[in-house]
């Protein structure tokens, strides 16, 4: 017969998770294991279709989210104002989706970053893809 303990003082590990593009590397925080899924060049689609679902295998709920999304999309879209307004309405059902998938992967009280998009200033679609993303953001 083999017993087993709990370890006393013994506390589950808690996460941070980095989604989207790997620009913007997370710092590491006390007592957080980092769960890099974050990928080069990585669009708000592929955090919807590929790095949510991988988070969803893992099983484990994160203490701190920290997104950098949306500099791919914004550079593919970048001096085309039609494509641009294509691109913003998936670009906000994207985030609507993402949000909502956040509120069942996170620990309560979670915090949430999203990492500000730079380096469109003076383009008027880098406020509108922001504010999209303002919707992720938990205070």
């Avoid at 609507?96 to 998938?101: N, P, R, W």
Wanted: glycine share 8%; net charge negative.
């Amino acid at each position: 017969m083999r017993l087993s303990l709990p370890i006393l003082g013994a506390a589950a590990p808690r996460y941070l998770i980095a989604l989207g593009d790997t620009l913007h590397t997370p710092e590491p925080r006390p007592g957080l294991r980092i769960i890099p899924l974050a990928r080069p060049d990585a669009t708000i689609a592929a955090v919807r279709y590929v790095q949510i679902p991988q988070w969803k295998e893992m099983g484990v709920k994160a203490a701190h989210i920290q997104l950098s999304i949306g500099y791919a999309d914004l550079m593919a879209t970048l001096g085309d104002e039609t494509f641009a307004a294509t691109a913003y309405l998936r670009f906000t059902e994207h985030a609507q989706v993402i949000a909502a998938e956040l509120e069942v992967l996170c620990e309560p009280g979670a915090e949430i970053s999203v990492v500000a998009l730079m380096g469109f200033e003076g383009w008027n679609w880098r406020e509108r893809f922001q504010a999209a993303l303002s919707g992720i953001i938990r205070p």
